[in-house]
């Protein structure tokens, strides 16, 4: 098993700083290591459970409602300009 | 006149407010949690204005003004919601959840919010950013987790009733840990929405009470079809409260031999013995089934339910709502937000569920793991056309010291070994007080069901608990 802390950390969008990269990896490493027992299992021609109801697809009309969600949501956004989400630049000029 | 009416069961609280209206009971729940909250710490909210309502006449909805109390990561429109994780930190939702409308809806007030494992990631409560909740039975010790508020709320007499979320134990491995009832019920039947989704094909919201009556009482106001949750059961919904019988004569209970390993607290093992003897007792026909499986759930559920919370908690990234880090670029401002606002618990299962979902380890890690889970699930379809019920302890152990586990989380892990199967399968469980350990700990009993017969399950306990009368005591605090 190749876990790459610096490489996972990446992928997930988190900064950590070396300690913290170093006792995270050593935990994740012992639960890798732990959940090898799965290997023992043959499960060749066993299919894979994603959800545990025999539901099938779910459909709605696609009609709109009011929300109000501007109203409610966009006082507490972290940044906000009108109507809008604000976040930093996301295009540079040129 | 101090009447004490905190002390109520959710039964006797509904028919106190029927006749003479829900105020006393808000004003003795707000004393009590006045005067115990700072050395529990089960509540990381409390809004007192909230119960000048006018929903509380007497007599005229079930709950008449009767509060609940609320875990931390179920949405109340208009009120500060976290998960007990910095990330989330004066986030308002816009909605309430499909469950708090049904409770208000039943004439319930909603009173408080309660203290958690960050995301609800833990069995002990210790990792929230509100700092760790404490056992009322004794403060050295923690309240289980991940509902460990609810728990620790309700065992205290702060709640009269509360709710939590149960991924893989968070209702019942607290429960049990607190002395109170806990029931997870079957995937599908209470409405997730505006539940905030850890592991969204394992999260079931549920009641935390004092008496079965009153769990049940509590899956009546909160059961049923949501259209806004796509894994929404359309089954009807019966009324649970029928089922208190009181009596299991002819009911068919397995004891899983798994779940009778060594590594168990002796006196655990001996209080579940008992109440198995005592339930063949009163009628039940006790057999002892296999759940061969049993020893991989908790390697499965690390694998599938961090896969699910990393997907979840990619939209904590600084752009909607709670934190934000840094403004400087987009890059700065997702690496900082996270880094700064997810605790070391939720960078551990973002990391890790990241990792087995990624290329080149997918199959070996998440699909193994689902597949396994199928095998999970067909060792308890097996059993069920054996038996009724399955009767097991909640957790191998009491509650356990604060700091104890903290370092070491496989360790933490495992202590949601009996409780994570269930989860694993989709069906309903229920803990339910058993016995006290020589120190004074409260021992959790749990039984689980075919999928959607919480009826079953509640009949059980019921006429275990009217037999036992365990939570007639009290802690000390």
Same mark, same amino acid.
């Given at each position: 098993m190749d876990f790459d802390i610096h490489k996972v950390a990446e992928l997930a969008r988190l900064n950590l700083d070396p300690e913290e990269a170093q006792k995270i990896g050593k935990a994740i490493g012992s639960v890798l290591e732990y959940v090898?027992?799965?290997?023992?299992?043959?499960?060749?021609n066993v299919p894979p459970t994603s959800h545990v109801l025999d539901l099938e697809n779910v459909f709605r009309p696609d009609t709109d409602r009011d929300c109000g969600a501007s109203e409610k949501a966009l006082p507490f956004a972290p940044s906000r300009e009108g109507d809008f989400f604000k976040v930093p630049k996301v295009v540079d000029k040129e | 006149m101090a009447q004490d009416l905190h002390r109520l069961t959710l039964r006797q609280a509904i028919d106190h407010a029927a006749r003479e209206g829900a105020d006393g009971i808000l004003h003795d729940v707000a004393n009590r949690i006045q005067c115990c909250n700072s050395s529990v710490?089960?509540?990381?909210?409390?809004?007192?204005?909230?119960?000048?309502?006018?929903?509380?006449?007497?007599?005229?909805?079930?709950?008449?003004g009767v509060p609940v109390a609320v875990k931390d990561n179920i949405c109340i429109e208009g009120q500060e919601t976290t998960c007990a994780c910095a990330i989330l930190k004066g986030h308002v939702p816009p909605y309430s959840a499909t469950v708090i409308r049904k409770l208000e809806d039943a004439g319930a007030t909603i009173f408080g919010q309660l203290n958690m494992d960050e995301f609800a990631?833990?069995?002990?409560?210790?990792?929230?950013v509100y700092g760790p909740c404490r056992n009322?039975?004794?403060?050295?010790c923690v309240p289980g987790g991940s509902s460990g508020g609810s728990a620790a709320a309700v065992a205290a007499d702060m709640a009269i009733a509360a709710i939590g979320s149960d991924t893989g134990g968070s209702i019942r491995q607290p429960a049990a840990l607190c002395g109170v009832v806990g029931l997870k019920p079957t &995937? !599908? *039947?209470?409405?997730?929405?505006?539940?905030?989704?850890?592991g969204s094909s394992f999260d079931q919201i549920g009641p935390l009470t004092k008496t079965v009556e009153d769990s049940a009482i509590m899956l009546n106001a909160m059961a049923g079809h949501d259209p806004?949750?796509?894994?929404?059961?359309r089954r009807p919904v019966p009324d649970?409260?029928?089922?208190?019988?009181?009596d299991v004569k002819g009911l068919r209970i397995g004891m899983p031999?798994?779940?009778?390993?060594?590594?168990?607290d002796p006196a655990v093992e001996k209080y579940v013995r008992d109440a198995a003897a005592l339930l063949k007792k009163m009628g039940a026909d006790i057999r002892t089934v296999s759940?061969?499986?049993?020893?991989y759930s908790v390697a499965v559920y690390y694998l599938v339910a961090v896969a699910e919370a990393s997907s979840n908690l990619g939209?904590?990234?600084?752009?909607? &709502? !709670? *934190?934000?880090?840094?403004?400087?670029t987009l890059k700065d401002m997702y690496f900082e937000t996270r880094n700064r606002g997810f605790g070391e618990e939720a960078k551990r299962r973002i990391l890790l569920g990241t990792f087995v979902l990624s290329a080149g380890y997918y199959e070996a890690y998440y699909l193994k793991g689902q597949k396994v889970r199928t095998l999970v699930r067909r060792d308890f379809e097996k059993a069920f056309t054996e038996v009724d019920l399955l009767l097991a302890p909640?957790?191998?152990?009491a509650a356990f010291k604060l700091g104890?586990?903290?370092?070491?989380p496989l360790a933490m892990y495992l202590s949601d070994i009996f409780t994570i199967p269930a989860n694993l399968a989709g069906i309903p469980a229920i803990s339910v007080p058993c016995g006290f350990t020589p120190a004074g700990l409260p021992v959790g009993l749990q039984l689980m069901g075919r999928p959607f017969e919480e009826a079953v399950l509640f009949r059980a306990a019921h006429a275990f608990e009217q037999e036992t009368e365990y939570y007639k005591k009290k802690p000390g605090i």
């Open positions: 090898r027992k799965l290997e023992s299992l043959d499960t060749q | 710490n089960a509540y990381v909210r409390v809004k007192p204005a909230e119960y000048d309502s006018g929903k509380n006449i007497p007599g005229k909805s079930v709950f008449s990631f833990g069995s002990s409560c210790e990792t929230s009322p039975w004794n403060l050295e &995937y !599908g *039947l209470v409405s997730r929405y505006g539940l905030i989704a850890f806004l949750d796509s894994t929404s059961s649970y409260t029928k089922a208190l019988t009181r031999e798994e779940y009778f390993t060594d590594g168990m759940l061969p499986h049993t020893a939209r904590y990234d600084g752009v909607q &709502y !709670g *934190l934000r880090a840094s403004d400087k909640t957790a191998p152990t104890e586990k903290a370092s070491d």
